[in-house]
């Protein structure tokens, strides 16, 4: 597979990595109780985009990871455009459900900032340890580099958007239990899908005949350079 060519397992892959982007923040705006702990719902399918990004980042490299994080990022932003703008249009006489929708969907300016420069940050952040990861062990020890990735990216994610969001309207007391328990459980979640996350690598690097080291490539988080 050339960098210009897709197979269809790798549009699979990037799908799965934009739909769980996506689903999970039209989930998040549930909150659920999980052994005396209040989560979002969200958290049940997020981390599995940091898992997707894992397995573009180690078997198609950095380069491509960078433009699927994008192109999550972008298909977002038309999500929640498109929701926005169905709240807007007049509501039919017949249909009484426009307070439901504007109250489940609306999005209110802080949190949506909050949440994609937490997203842009940790998933970048994420692909670039776990790149250099791989060169650095020489592809050695797989377990080590998408555990510790999602480490660094999630908690930069959960730190980013906690304080954007909520500083000023809560407790400053109150912030790091939020932040911590938001990290510690989507790490988790990465941790135990070790497993699952060998067999896709495994598979597609088989398949695909590609596995991609970012020896000479550049970082810079913009589409652009080698």
Not at 17 to 30: D, E, P, Q, R
Not at 62 to 86: H, K, Q
Not at 145 to 163: A, K
Request: proline fraction near 4%.
């Amino acid at each position: 597979m050339t960098e210009q060519m897709y197979s269809h397992r790798f549009v699979i892959v990037a799908a799965v990595f934009v739909t769980s982007l996506i689903t999970a923040n039209i989930m998040a705006v549930k909150l659920i109780g999980v052994f005396g702990i209040v989560l979002n719902a969200g958290i049940l399918i997020f981390p599995l985009s940091y898992i997707f990004g894992d397995v573009l980042t180690e078997v198609y490299g950095y380069r491509t990871a960078r433009r699927v994080i994008w192109l999550g990022f972008f298909c977002n932003l038309l999500a929640v455009a498109a929701i926005s703008i169905g709240g807007l249009l007049p509501a039919a006489p017949i249909w009484e459900g426009q307070a439901a929708y504007e109250e489940i969907l609306g999005y209110t300016p802080r949190l949506l900032a909050a949440s994609f420069i937490a997203y842009l940050v940790g998933e970048f952040v994420n692909s670039i340890v776990l790149a250099k990861m791989k060169v650095a062990t020489e592809g050695r020890f797989l377990w080590s580099r998408t555990i510790t990735s999602t480490v660094v990216g999630q908690g930069l994610d959960s730190l980013i958007f906690v304080v954007l969001a909520f500083a000023g309207a809560i407790p400053v007391s109150a912030l790091l239990p939020i932040i911590l328990t938001q990290w510690i459980i989507k790490s988790a979640y990465e941790a135990l899908a070790t497993p699952f996350t060998y067999l896709v690598v495994n598979r597609l690097k088989h398949a695909e005949g590609v596995d991609v080291y970012d020896r000479d490539t550049s970082f810079n988080p913009l589409p652009i350079g080698r």
